[in-house]
């Protein structure tokens, strides 16, 4: 009798272990599910996060992230067929001063877009240019090319919220040089007059108040040839836009004689 019993007890706990077993073998695929969903989730978020991050990389400066370091492995030797795809995508830099600012000047150069510009909106789209292109920023690596940048959007900069600089610049891109002193003389007896009253009435002020009429009416010249510049850039007028260049660059030149004043200094008006 007792050994029966003993052997229905054994019976029933090895009933019990396979219970156990079998449970174990059922729930632990149920866990499979909720971690993959965890982990993709987890993905996801990287990945959206990831690409918030690039988004708010400016175009224009972006191509300095995009060079590649040589390096020994074969995958490097050997790039995979989507590395090419994704190289075939690689930003390219800014092909004029006008495409550094995009928000400021959508429509470029003249004359598509036009000669006036918003100098005021032009520097704040430079200061957060500036901002996120300094050398600092970027890895040891990219360094000596986030200084080229960070100085091509300075001289950008500099040059288009010059009305006479943004002028000899358009010029330059239609291979007209009208900086050089040789290039930019006229021979304009009325400009010339105009010009020598104006050095002569500099000179020989003895108080800078003296000059305030003066410069009122530079200023006014000043305005008359951005106006002249605006219509010439327009239609493609070249030959007008280089002219009005050098009458400008004269205008300009006396604007800096009158803010550079000083008693019995004599006046050098380049042209």
């Given at each position: 009798m007792r050994s029966s019993m003993l052997s229905r007890g054994r019976q029933l706990g090895r009933i019990c272990d396979g219970c156990r077993q079998e449970r174990n073998f059922t729930t632990a695929p149920n866990l499979a599910p909720v971690c993959s969903r965890a982990t993709q989730s987890y993905v996801q978020s990287s990945s959206i996060t990831s690409s918030h991050a690039r988004l708010t990389i400016p175009s224009q400066i972006r191509w300095l992230s995009t060079s590649s370091t040589p390096t020994s492995s074969s995958s490097a030797e050997q790039p995979s067929p989507d590395a090419a795809t994704t190289s075939s995508f690689k930003p390219q830099p800014p092909q004029t001063y006008y495409d550094i600012f995009p928000l400021s000047l959508p429509a470029g150069p003249p004359p598509d877009g036009p000669f006036e510009i918003d100098v005021r909106a032009l520097r704040r789209e430079f200061l957060q240019l500036q901002g996120k292109a300094h050398p600092d920023l970027h890895p040891p690596s990219m360094k000596a090319r986030a200084e080229a940048m960070s100085a091509r959007i300075n001289e950008a900069f500099k040059t288009l919220s010059?009305?006479?600089?943004?002028?000899?610049?358009?010029?330059?891109?239609?291979?007209?040089?009208?900086?050089?002193?040789?290039?930019?003389?006229?021979?304009?007896?009325?400009?010339?007059?105009?010009?020598?009253?104006?050095?002569?009435?500099?000179?020989?002020?003895e108080e800078e108040s003296e000059l305030e009429a003066l410069r009122r009416r530079n200023e006014e010249r000043e305005r008359e040839s951005e106006g002249v510049l605006a219509g010439c850039f327009g239609e493609g007028d070249w030959e007008g836009a280089v002219r009005e260049c050098v009458r400008l660059r004269y205008w300009c030149n006396i604007k800096e004689s009158i803010h550079n004043w000083e008693r019995g200094k004599p006046i050098i008006l380049e042209h």
């Open positions: 010059s009305p006479l600089l943004r002028a000899q610049y358009l010029l330059s891109l239609q291979g007209l040089d009208v900086a050089n002193d040789e290039t930019a003389k006229v021979e304009d007896p009325a400009l010339l007059m105009e010009v020598m009253e104006a050095r002569e009435e500099v000179e020989e002020a």
